[in-house]
């Protein structure tokens, strides 16, 4: 389209990224567990980049009424950016992609919480992006499950979520914000790691099938490592200095 | 057989894969049975459940609660009880037989705020959870602190057979009325006697995890008192 390519570097002859990882390497993740003390559950994640919180009120009464399901809980979700969160600033109006967002991630948590279990009840999911860094909406349900976990719903399984994607004809994970305007494409994947289940596959590019496959190997082998960090944060808070 | 085994498991942990009777907070799948909730896992001889560390109350029939009155119609009061569902508590209830809507006037025996000591007198999952308190020791409460815990953790507060709330109950002369769903009133003629007994429950709920709670506590108590 006449536009100038960047010149940075996605990947070296070394197979080093541009920030310096390797191609099955994430970023650095912590997360933090019951952050909050007014909502019911709340998580706190930092994702390479991202700073993401997420607050979960429920199983409460619905408002409006007619909302209410009579036979099981609805999941209502909130996924928003502050203004602050990004390079210029963000109307804090819920853009058309936040609104994509929230669909996607109650989607993604639906198919984990036990909702059946609590009819003419909703559970709120709140979730504001402090800082972005691509993969926000990954590092956003990461968060969203440990709050829901937090906050003793119950699930059939924690939801991990990790992106995978294609950089100078590679198949790398966890794509940062660079790799994400410059890559050729993009895939976040959302995964129970215990019952071996997707609840969210999204695709931005062009992949053949052999890509497709690896993508989604990659991404998965990516959702396990969350896993292991999304468990450690619920144990130090629930079970703190009295490991097992 | 006494033979518990015990873990700490987060949703999505498979607990065994053993022919057990999947009881509560957990789930079966396939052959697995994977906790569905933050809490410690218990595997005995019949079965395998999970007793959560969080969460909401889920009435059951027959549950001794705590409400707070938070609103009314002509008909009957609105009670918080710390669940997803408000407590319906039927103005006939309190009034009697002969109650009259256009007569008697709700406010005048249960105003917004009044803590009530109830029993769940039917709930299912079509309606919310119905509230009587036409039994012996249920009504009004009139006096004595509130204190909120989790749900979850008011087994651990009464402890084995009442030990854990009859240690703190003798140690300080407080009398402590528990509901099921986390609200408890603690009311104690002398004040020192009553922050013990406040500083006692909250160490409990920190602490609800740890093994050997009771002696602790005792300990606590006990070393506080001289």
Not at chain 1, 110 to 136: C, H, K, W
Not at chain 2, 169 to 181: D, R, V
Request: charged residues 30%.
């Amino acid at each position: 389209m006449g536009v100038r390519k960047s010149d940075i570097v996605l990947l070296d002859d070394k197979g080093i990224r541009c920030d310096g990882r390797k191609i099955d390497e994430p970023r650095h993740i912590m997360i933090k567990a019951g952050v909050l003390k007014n909502a019911n559950g709340s998580a706190y994640i930092e994702f390479g980049e991202n700073k993401i919180l997420a607050g979960v009120f429920g199983p409460r009464d619905v408002h409006p009424k007619h909302l209410a399901n009579t036979d099981r809980g609805i999941l209502r979700c909130r996924y928003h950016m502050q203004p602050f969160s990004v390079g210029e600033r963000k109307n804090p109006a819920p853009s058309r992609r936040e609104i994509e967002i929230s669909k996607v991630i109650k989607e993604a948590l639906e198919s984990a919480v036990m909702l059946e279990n609590f009819p003419r009840t909703v559970v709120d999911v709140y979730i504001e992006v402090l800082q972005a860094d691509g993969g926000s909406r990954c590092a956003a349900l990461d968060a969203a499950a440990v709050a829901l976990a937090d906050a003793g719903i119950p699930m059939r399984d924690m939801v991990s979520a990790c992106a995978a994607g294609k950089v100078a004809d590679t198949i790398v994970l966890d794509i940062n914000n660079e790799e994400d305007q410059e890559g050729q494409a993009d895939m976040p994947v959302a995964y129970m790691p215990n019952l071996e289940k997707i609840t969210l596959v999204q695709l931005d590019g062009v992949l053949t099938a052999q890509e497709y496959k690896k993508c989604l190997e990659t991404a998965i082998n990516g959702c396990k490592i969350v896993y292991e960090v999304q468990k450690k944060a619920l144990k130090d808070k629930f079970f703190g200095d009295n490991p097992q | 057989m006494d033979d518990i085994k015990r873990k700490y498991v987060i949703p999505g942990d498979v607990i065994t894969t053993g022919p057990y009777r999947a009881e509560e907070n957990v789930n079966l799948v396939g052959d697995k049975i994977i906790a569905t909730s933050v809490g410690i896992s218990e595997i005995y001889d019949s079965g395998v459940r999970v007793i959560p560390l969080t969460g909401m109350y889920l009435p059951r029939i027959d549950d001794f609660i705590i409400g707070i009155v938070k609103s009314h119609t002509s008909l009957s009061w609105e009670l918080d009880m710390r669940s997803c569902y408000p407590g319906i508590l039927p103005a006939q209830d309190v009034f009697g037989r002969d109650f009259n809507p256009k007569v008697d006037e709700l406010t005048s025996r249960l105003k917004r705020g009044d803590l009530v000591a109830a029993r769940i007198a039917n709930f299912d999952r079509s309606r919310d959870p119905l509230i009587t308190i036409g039994d012996r020791d249920l009504g009004k409460i009139e006096e004595g602190e509130l204190v909120k815990i989790s749900p979850s953790k008011v087994p651990r507060l009464i402890g084995k057979r009442g030990s854990m709330i009859q240690t703190i109950e003798s140690a300080t002369k407080a009398l402590i009325t528990i509901g099921q769903n986390g609200y408890i009133v603690v009311s104690c003629e002398d004040p020192e006697g009553l922050l013990k007994a406040l500083e006692a429950i909250r160490v409990i709920e920190e602490q609800a995890h740890v093994p050997n709670l009771t002696e602790k506590i005792q300990e606590m108590l006990g070393s506080n008192s001289e």
